[in-house]
């Protein structure tokens, strides 16, 4: 059946070819809507892009949990032998929308699960830490990774000052420089929740959780002078990879994992728990085997799938729960707010995002309402209401309270940090290829530095060890000769 093309009203189109025009060489009539929608909609195309994950790759799956983990959890996601539907993107940090994939960056580990009890995101990155633990100080970090408003060129020198003046970054610092810096594909990587998160159960007990997911591709990585090759051949690694894999039926798969910590050992643990830059050691917290997830399905439509798929920590779902990681306190705010100016008021009511399970709630009007009023009777448009079967609050998924105690303060995140023990712990488990290649990739980001930015830097890594503050001076002197 041939298919009649129309516009976005419906109405049939007679001639997709010629503009209207008045005689053969006169000029356009302004009546000629199909051209002015044409060239309008074009207009329109493009969305903001992201801040930041602006590049980014996606496909669908399953996540099948396959350990029994009911006594942490009431969360039906979590249960021995579900299977939930789930998206994931990945993305770097930095880059624009048409940036190269094979940049040396964090990636962005971004999960949707479609949960009967609503969707449960999971937005975390390929390392398990950040750069910064204190949200407040985000806006400009990101900055010193974005362009000079100036040259409108990306800066080494903004880069290392923010730095070397923020020590709680070199745990980041070092995982960006090793050789988990600059993956091969999405494939070869882990993901991380990197936040403390926790879990409550049936009896209202709540545990703290880390999540973590563990590739079973195995990890494979290129070095900076293959990833500039690469970029040299292509600039759509990533993609082709992703994309290609999946067509060819070879589905990545990463093993889900969690380290629990029971709620009481927060108070006592020697290291602040809820301190997003740093992880929680497995031989104190082991990690528990919870399933499986798989990408078996590229989406039909990039731009509709995968760039208005809207991510949020704010998305959890009953039995999941949020922890004092103040990072994580603010991205609860901020993704969902980006993506409100981003897609718009109703973002979450298109396809990729909207949750499989039902859904009622008095949210009215708005930019791109599509979906009505979804209360269960018409005249129902405020809570409380005398209608029958209209939605209703559940006092049966309600959390235990979150126990939260202090004065509030703008306390001092830097004042007594150890921020070398748990680099040095990574430095120490580097074999010594991983080191020297370790060296390298942080003096050559630091080509152009000014010296007395360099020296601040390198007084932090000679705490982390004299070693590693010498193999970055070793490495200097081979890329920048003293002259
Ligand atoms: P373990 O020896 O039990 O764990 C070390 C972890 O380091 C493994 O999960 C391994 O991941 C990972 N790893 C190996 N090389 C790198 C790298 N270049 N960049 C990032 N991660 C790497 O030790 P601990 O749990 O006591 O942790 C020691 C240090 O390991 C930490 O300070 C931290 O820097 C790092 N680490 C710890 C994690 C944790 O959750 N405890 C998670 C990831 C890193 P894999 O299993 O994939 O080989």
Redesign the pocket.
Known sequence: MTRRLTTTAGAPIADNQNSLSAGERGPILMQDYQLLEKLAHQNRERIPERVVHAKGWGAFGSFTVTNDISKYTRAKVLQPGTTTKMLARFSTVAGEAGAADHERDVRGFALKFYTEEGNWDLVGNN???FFIRDPYKFPDFIHTQKRHPKSNLRSNTAMWDFWSLSPEAL?QI??LM???GLPTTPMNM?G?GSHTYSLWNEDGERFWV?F?F?TRQG?KFYTNEEGAKIIGETREGYQESLFGAIENGEFPKWDVKI?IMPEADAEQAPFNPFDLTR?????DYPLIDVGVIELNRNPENYFAEIEQAAFSPSNIVPGIGFSPDRVLQARIFSYADAHRYRLGTHYEALPVNAPKCPMHHYHKDGSMNFIGQKTGHIDAYYEPNSYADTAKQDPGVAEPPLKISGNADRYDHRDGSDDYT??R??HN??SQD?RQRLYSNTASSMQGVPKEIIERALAHYDLISKDYGDGIRRALEKQQPAD
């Open positions: 390392t398990p830490v745990h070092t995982i090793s050789d988990r882990n991380y880390k973590h563990k990890h380290q992880v929680w050691p497995h031989g748990q680099p712990a990574l488990l580097m991983e």
